[in-house]
């Protein structure tokens, strides 16, 4: 990482191809997009630690669209999360509006991306969990060099959020720029971000959605983070709930909470986000049954 006093080499494409033309000309090059992040991470808060070369999408215009359809909703990569809010309770889906109000403050909120907050490799995004709850789909674009030509092409493909945080995500040089959100039929919906006591980094990030028709749980998705080692989900749990009366029967609350604490065996020595997971579960749980 070059001195703080050194002014990196910037660009401002206006296009996605001339963005990745440019990130593919220039040695270590790195895609800009709101900054926060770059920004907290930095060794000493008064400066921030850029690369050599950036690439500033705030330009791009086709990366801040935002569109809904019979499908669902398509939020461009640079989409800041104040605007996401801005789109309004009725037209986004259940738990994000919450989700996005836990997202510090409004300031930040206004620089922050869309995009650049699931890229984060060194965290998980406070959103990431919900997202994925929401069978959120990314799609990226990258050069790619085809047989016959002599210059690489702009290719593009899709991937689930859950593949974006694995070895098959982003990789160098590929661009985020769609995120799409499919319409779902949930009746329910919660985000929630519970600071641990006696820890101010420590977090815990709930997210759970639900569909109840005539008292019947009919579909539950849940996800658990904290915020640092990925998102903890049992997909055989939230199929052996669908279909389940309401209220849950103490037979089935009590092997909902042996799945919960089994889900959360990798936080083993963290007994206090264990038994806020229980509480939650139990108490959402409840709280859809009346």
Known sequence: ?????????TYFPRTIAEALDIHASQQGAVFWAGGTHLAQSSHNRRYIDLPRVVVSLGRVEELARASRSEEGLELG???????????????????????????????????????????M??????????????????ETRYLKLRRGRRKPAISSRKLSLS???????????????RLSIPHGDWTHGFALKIPV??????QLNFYALARVDKNVLNQWRMALSDGQSGILRDRDLEVAMA???????????????????????????????REIAQRLTRGILTDIST
């Open 197 to 202: 006591t006696g820890n101010g980094r420590r």
């Open 77 to 119: 990569s640079m989409m800041s999360l104040d605007r996401l809010d801005s789109i309004g309770r009725n037209a986004l889906p259940l738990g994000l509006p919450e989700a996005l109000a836990h997202l510090g403050s409004r300031p930040l909120r206004c620089r922050a991306t869309i995009g650049g907050h699931i890229a």
């Open 243 to 273: 279909g389940k009366p309401l209220p849950l029967s103490k037979r089935d609350m009590d092997a909902l909470e042996g799945s919960v604490e089994h889900l959360t065996r990798v936080w083993e020595n963290r007994p206090c986000e």
């Open 1 to 9: 990482m070059p001195s703080k006093h050194t002014a990196p080499r």
């Open 163 to 177: 593949q974006l945080n694995g070895p098959e995500g982003l990789q160098d040089g590929e661009l985020i720029v």
């Open 121 to 138: 490799r060194d965290r998980m995004g406070d959103l990431t969990g919900l997202l994925q709850l929401l069978d959120t789909q990314i």
